[in-house]
């Protein structure tokens, strides 16, 4: 007797509605049961994905837990808008999370995987090659836009402490990049006159959104994983040869000049990133994902010239 899908355990997905929030639900929901958690509304969603729209701030959320019987949680669903307020940036993303893995603790959920970022680091001209997952997260300390991302990862570090019975993974992949990615690092890699950094040329670690996906479902539905982990792509390059690679035609911009310029285009919309983003095409932030590709045999499966063209599509 075929059991009802109703009732089969489920995987739960925050912040589905996303580009990479979709193509996770596109690998996992022909395997598995999945219940996407969301404000948004999910364009082009597979029927078989349940999907509630709403915040996970609110008690309604934890309906979704007391109801149904969750094996694992991928937590994805954090705010990057640097428009936004810190306030709001903060209260979204950390009281989001601080409920729901206090959902995760109760209802008894075997499986928690939190999706963070290599920038939790920081770009810094002080930083060694290849920082391990033991390196402190300095990001804050030149970019106070990305302190509850650090928050974020800390709560789930110290959630993995509390919970020793409990699996939790916190993925740290570097500088996700796509063809539907709408982040900085996409964005930038799409302008035709980008700038760069007069005298610098940084090593640069990028990663296909499909590798993400498929590093969260190795974190989810195997049962090795726990722990920290740096999620790296297939190697790192020169920021100048991946413009070559693109066609680009780079504008040089001394770096005294280019915060205080940068600052004002932003004030007035005429760019889409504010000054410290300018760290990442400054100095070095890359890391070593040896742990990872140990413990799961990772391999990415695009090639560098792939991700790097992946952000102009097909």
């Not at 709403?54 to 008690?59: E, I």
């Not at 209802?107 to 060694?128: C, E, F, I, R, T």
């Amino acid at each position: 007797m075929n059991q009802d899908p109703s009732k089969r355990p489920a995987v739960v997905v925050t912040g589905i509605s996303g580009n990479l929030g979709r193509t996770l639900a596109k690998l996992l929901h022909k395997h598995e049961r999945i219940i996407g958690i969301d404000r948004r509304p999910f364009a082009g969603r597979p029927k078989d994905v349940e999907m509630y729209e709403m915040d996970l701030r609110k008690k309604k959320a934890e309906d979704v837990f007391r109801k149904n019987d969750i094996r694992a949680v991928i937590h994805m669903g954090i705010m990057h808008d640097p428009r936004m307020s810190e306030e709001e940036h903060h209260s979204f993303n950390v009281v989001g999370t601080t409920r729901l893995l206090e959902y995760c603790a109760k209802y008894g959920v075997q499986k928690v995987v939190v999706l963070s970022s290599a920038n939790v680091y920081g770009p810094s001209p002080d930083n060694s090659n290849f920082l391990t997952e033991d390196a402190p997260l300095m990001a804050a300390s030149r970019f106070s836009g990305v302190r509850d991302l650090i928050e974020v990862d800390m709560l789930a570090h110290s959630f993995f402490w509390k919970h020793p019975h409990i699996q939790t993974v916190i993925l740290r992949p570097v500088h996700i990049v796509g063809p539907t990615i709408k982040n900085a690092p996409s964005n930038y890699l799409r302008l035709r006159y980008p700038w760069v950094m007069a005298g610098f040329d940084p090593m640069v670690q990028l990663i296909h959104v499909e590798d993400v996906a498929r590093a969260m479902v190795e974190a989810a539905l195997r049962p090795e994983p726990k722990g920290v982990y740096n999620v790296v792509g297939p190697g790192e390059v020169p920021l100048s040869a991946i413009h070559g690679e693109l066609g680009h035609s780079p504008v040089p911009v001394p770096h005294p000049v280019a915060r205080p310029l940068l600052g004002l285009l932003f004030k007035y919309r005429l760019a889409n990133f504010p000054p410290p983003e300018l760290d990442h095409i400054q100095f070095l932030c890359n890391v070593d994902g040896s742990r990872w590709r140990k413990d799961v045999a990772w391999q990415p499966r695009h090639s560098m010239r792939d991700t790097i063209r992946s952000v102009i599509g097909d």
